[in-house]
C-alpha cells in the first residue's frame, strides 16, 4: 500500500524541512485510571501529547511506533486516536508486540501494513515486525518481499524505515533477547540501497543513536515507563517520558533530537522486576 501526504507550500519551496513527530509505547489500558508499575500510562501520554503541541507547530508527518496498549482493546485504541487528534498532522501508527492484532486492527483502522507514506524526497517504509504473543519480533517472508520491493520502487527517494523492535542491540542484555530476530537478513537487503537514511522503532524505552553500515539507527522515549541505558536486568530509568523530532531535508540529510516533559510527578515503582 502506497500513501501521498501534501506537503506544505513552505516546505515545497525550502524555507523548512519536513518535521516529523515520532511517539511510542505507550501502555494505555482500556480504564484510563489503570496505573502501570505505579504510573497512570493515560496522564503521562497526554502529557507528552501537550508538549508536542506546545513545542511542535508544524508536524508533516506523525508516526506512532507501537505498544500502544498494555491491555489491547478496541476501547484503548480509540481513546488513543482521541487523545492524539488535538495534533492534526498526517498520522500512521506501526503496532508493537503489547498490540494484539484484532483488536489492534478493529480499534484503529488508520493504515494498512506494510505500506509506503510518499511525502516530499522521501519516503517512509513502514513495517509490522510483531508476532502474536511473543515478545521478541520478527517479519514474516511476505513483509522482506514487500520491503524488497518497496526499496526497488524508490530509487529516487530518500528513505526511512520505520519498525517497532529494535533491529540492532541497545545495549541491555535483558532487552537486547527481545529485539527484531535474524535481523541480518534485514541488513542484507537494505544493504545495497544507499538512499536508506535512517531506521526508527520503538519497544526500547529509551533514547538511542548508532549508525550501522552508513544507516542511522533511532528509539525514542516511551511516553510512559523509561527503561535504564545499559541494565543487564529490568531497571527502570529517572528520566521523563518524551517523544523524538526529525527534520528531513531534501536532499536527504536530517537533524533530531528528543524532547521530554518537565515538573513530572507521578509515582512509579522503581523497584519493580517487570511487568
Known amino acids: ?13 525550502q524555507e523548512r524541512p519536513l518535521r516529523l513527530v515520532q511517539c511510542s509505547d505507550m501502555h494505555l489500558f482500556a480504564d484510563p485510571a489503570t496505573k502501570l508499575l505505579g504510573l497512570n500510562t493515560q496522564h503521562s501520554f497526554q502529557s507528552v501529547i501537550e508538549l508536542i503541541q506546545q513545542q511542535q507547530p508544524n508536524i508533516d508527518l506523525l508516526l506512532t511506533t507501537g505498544d500502544i496498549a498494555q491491555q489491547s482493546s478496541p476501547e484503548t485504541y480509540q481513546r488513543f486516536l482521541a487523545t492524539m487528534q488535538p495534533l492534526r498532522a498526517p498520522h500512521f501508527c506501526i503496532p508493537g508486540n503489547h498490540d494484539l ?14 505500506c509506503e507514506v ?12 510483531t508476532v502474536d504473543h511473543e515478545i521478541a519480533g520478527s517479519f514474516s517472508n511476505s ?22 523492535h529494535n533491529p540492532i542491540a541497545v545495549g541491555c542484555e535483558w532487552l537486547d533477547q527481545h529485539m527484531l ?45 523509561q527503561f535504564k541505558p545499559r541494565s543487564a536486568k529490568f531497571t527502570l530509568d529517572t528520566v521523563n517520558p518524551g517523544y523524538r523530532w526529525l527534520d528531513l531535508y ?26
Open 1 to 13: 500500500m502506497i500513501y501521498q501526504v501534501e506537503i506544505p507550500a513552505s516546505v515545497l519551496s
Open 101 to 114: 492484532d484484532e483488536a489492534y486492527h478493529s480499534g484503529l483502522r488508520i493504515n494498512q501494513l506494510p
Open 250 to 275: 531534501a536532499n536527504g540529510y536530517f537533524e533530531t533530537d528528543v524532547c521530554r516533559v518537565e515538573n513530572f510527578n507521578f509515582y512509579i515503582d522503581y523497584q519493580s522486576n517487570g511487568y
Open 118 to 129: 510518499i511525502i516530499g524526497n522521501w519516503c517512509c517504509i513502514l513495517l509490522d515486525s
Open 143 to 164: 513483509t522482506l518481499e514487500y520491503l524488497q520491493q518497496a526499496l526497488e520502487r524508490q530509487r529516487n527517494r530518500h528513505v526511512l524505515i520505520a519498525l517497532h
Open 181 to 225: 530476530k535474524a535481523s541480518q537478513t534485514f541488513f542484507d537487503i537494505i544493504q545495497p540501497f544507499n538512499n536508506v537514511k535512517l531506521v526508527i522503532h520503538g519497544h526500547v524505552h529509551q533514547r538511542f543513536e548508532q549508525v550501522y553500515e552508513q544507516v542511522s539507527y533511532l528509539s525514542c522515549p516511551s511516553t510512559s515507563l
